[in-house]
């Protein structure tokens, strides 16, 4: 496919503006419209070698769903309930961004973001766009790794005057990295 994939779970929506604002960035050329995960089937993800996927945080460093992290709409783990016993996404390039409110769940800031990326990476999917830790204030992420988060981070709630300066320095430097799948 020549354009990027871009692929969500929300509950209350945010996730789904964000992924639609930095989709607006890219411009229709470069990246189809940002679709909810529980619209789609893991033919429709598959069909791209360069993806970009976002996460709410909910629950305690789990993926998002129904009933598994108090997730009221289908969300990451229906959709993955939906996969072939053992995906191929090696070829695959994919940048993550997770949202989460780093002062009211500071103890576990954006932790759902280890187990999606962990997914994919064990389905063979090349992961790019870590992102400094820096300006974000917290106790404890499982998304941290290294000293850097393992993705784009947003706190559209307490932090949401950073969003577009955040989006536009993250897909600096992922954008290099991920039109290199694009085939022509």
């Not at 020549?2 to 639609?20: D, Q, Y």
């Not at 993800?45 to 769903?65: H, N, V």
């Not at 709630?157 to 694009?182: N, Y």
Request: one cysteine or more; proline letters at 5%.
């Amino acid at each position: 496919m020549n354009r990027i994939g871009m692929f969500f779970g929300t509950e209350t929506g945010t996730t789904r503006l964000v992924a639609k604002k930095m989709q607006k960035m890219l411009g229709d050329e470069l990246c189809d419209k940002p679709v909810n995960v529980n619209r789609i089937t893991p033919a429709d993800m598959l069909a791209y070698d360069a993806l970009i996927l976002g996460t709410p945080s909910y629950g305690i460093g789990e993926i998002p769903g129904n009933g598994v992290s108090g997730c009221f709409e289908p969300n990451w783990a229906e959709f993955f309930a939906q996969m072939p016993e053992s995906p191929d996404f090696s070829g695959k390039r994919i940048a993550f961004f997770g949202l989460g409110t780093q002062e009211r769940y500071a103890d576990r800031f954006c932790s759902s973001l280890l187990p999606l990326v962990d997914k994919f990476k064990g389905w063979g999917a090349e992961v790019v766009g870590d992102w400094p830790a820096d300006g974000y204030t917290f106790e404890q992420s499982a998304a941290l790794v290294n000293g850097r988060f393992l993705g784009l981070i947003i706190d559209q709630r307490t932090q949401g005057m950073h969003t577009d300066e955040r989006m536009d320095a993250w897909l600096a430097q992922v954008l290099p990295l991920l039109r290199e799948k694009l085939s022509d």
